[in-house]
C-alpha cells in the first residue's frame, strides 16, 4: 500500500531527535519549576552570546525568556500577554518579545509548558548590541531585586573581532561575572570544569552544521529556516554544552543523513516536501503567531529553504566557528562578539551572498518583523546590495515576531506569489 503524506508524518512524530527533544525540555522546565525547593540557582540570560557552559558549570540553569516569548507566539498565549503589558503602559512601539514575557510575569508566570517559572537569581546579559536586551533586564531587575551582570560586547564595525575588544569581555567575564556566579552559587570556578562542557558544545556543533549543510543536496533533507528552528532549540537554549544536548545533535544528524541517502525532503506541516521547485534563502526571523501558516505558503508552492541567517542568531558556527576547550574564557568572549546580528551591515551582506551561491538558491527573502531592530534596521539596503551582488532580484515581506495584529496572511501570501511567478518567468527567460 502507498505511504500517503498523513503516515508519513505520523512517523517522523516518531524520529528518536524530536521525542529526545520533547523529554530535555519536559525535564529542564520541571527543574526550573523545582529550583525553588531543590535550590538549584537560576540565570536568566538570552540567546545571542549566552554563556551556558559557563553556567552549567557553576551548577546552575539557564532559563531565555526570548524563548519563552517565541513559544508563547506558537502556544496563542502572547495576544492577550501583549494587551496586559500595554495596559500596564508599554508602548506599542516595544519589542513585542518583551511585553510578552512581562504580560506573562503579571499573569502569574506560568511558562509555556504549563510549569511555573522561578526567580531568577542572576540576570546575565552578555550581548549589548540590542539596548531592549538592556531594558528588559530592567524591568526585571525592579520585579525581582536580583543581582545583574552587564557586559560589554563591543560591535563588529571594521567585520572582526579586534584583540583588544576580545581581552576586553574575557577581563569582564573573570573580573565581574566568574566572581558573582561564585556568590550566588556557593561554587568556586572550576576550570576543567568549564573546558567540559566546552568540549561537549563543540561535539554539538560539529552535528549541527552537518544539519545544516545538508541542505546542499537536491533534494533538501531538510527545511534550513522552519525546520531549522526546532533543529537549533536545544542548541540556542539550555543545552548547549550538555551530555543531552550532544546526544540530540547525533541522533538529529544520523535521521537526516539518512533522508538525504533516501533522497528524501523534510516534512513540512503538509507531509513530506520531496519534489522542490524553488530553493530560497531567508534573512529574519520567523513570526512565531502564524507559524505553521507561515511555513505553508512555501512548502505549498513546494519551496524550500536552504540556509538562513535566523538560524544562526545562537551561533555562526558554519563559518567555522567552535567553542575550544583550550582557551575558555577566550573563547567565549569570541563567541559573544561573534552572534550574528553583531556583524556589520557588510558581513550580514557578504553571508547572505554566500549561500545564495553555496546553496545554488533561486532567490532569497526578507522577512522584515517590526519588533527587532537588531535584525530589521538595515535590510532594505541589504536586499539592494545582495541583488547587485548576485543579479537576483530579493522579495521583501513584513510580519511580527510575537504580536498577532502584525501578521496578514493576505499581504505575505500575494507578495511570496508574485516574487515566485517571478522566478519561474526568469526561467523561462533563461531557457531554464
Ligand atoms: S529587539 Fe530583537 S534582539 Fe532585541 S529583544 Fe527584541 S527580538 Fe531580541
Known sequence: MA????????????????????????EHFRRLEEAPESGEPVVYTF?????????????????????????????????DYIAEAERAGHSEDVCTYVKCDIGMLKSGNIGPTGTRLPK???????????????????????EYDCPTVFLQIPYQSDGKIEPAHRAYVVE?????????????????????????????????EDDLVAVLESAKHRPSPIDAYFGAVYYVGPIFSAFRGTEEGV??????????????????????PDGPLNEQ???????????????????RMFSREQAVIVASTYSKVGGVYDFGFRHDPGDPLGTMADYCGGCYTNLNMPGRVEMLVDYIREYEADGF?????????????GQLMMLREVEKCTGIPGAFIESDLVDPRYFSAANIKNRLESYLQMIDARRAGNGA
Open 120 to 142: 531568577p537569581d542572576l540576570l546575565l546579559l552578555s550581548y549589548t548590541g540590542c539596548y531592549t536586551f538592556m531594558k528588559w533586564f530592567e524591568l526585571l531587575r525592579e
Open 277 to 295: 521547485r524553488y530553493r530560497l534563502v531567508v534573512e529574519g526571523p520567523p513570526n512565531w503567531t502564524s507559524f505553521r501558516e507561515f511555513w
Open 47 to 79: 540567546v545571542p552570546g549566552n554563556l551556558t557552559e559557563l553556567i552549567r558549570s557553576f551548577g546552575a540553569l539557564p532559563l531565555l525568556p526570548e524563548i519563552n516569548a517565541l513559544q508563547s507566539g506558537m502556544r496563542g498565549k502572547s495576544r
Open 3 to 26: 505511504t500517503t503524506a498523513k503516515d508519513r508524518t505520523a512517523k517522523v512524530q516518531k524520529d528518536r531527535s524530536m521525542v529526545l527533544q520533547k523529554q530535555m525540555i519536559a
Open 365 to 377: 527573502v526578507i522577512n522584515s518583523v517590526k519588533s527587532c531592530n537588531s535584525f530589521s534596521a
Open 172 to 204: 569582564q567575564i573573570r573580573r565581574d561575572l566568574i566572581p558573582t556566579l561564585e556568590r550566588i552559587t556557593g561554587r568556586a570556578y572550576d576550570e576543567d570544569r568549564l573546558r567540559h562542557h566546552l568540549a561537549l558544545a563543540a561535539q554539538a
Open 247 to 268: 546526544e540530540y545533535y547525533r541522533e538529529l544528524r544520523r535521521e537526516v543523513e539518512a533522508r538525504a541517502a533516501a533522497g528524501e525532503g523534510p516534512i513540512t
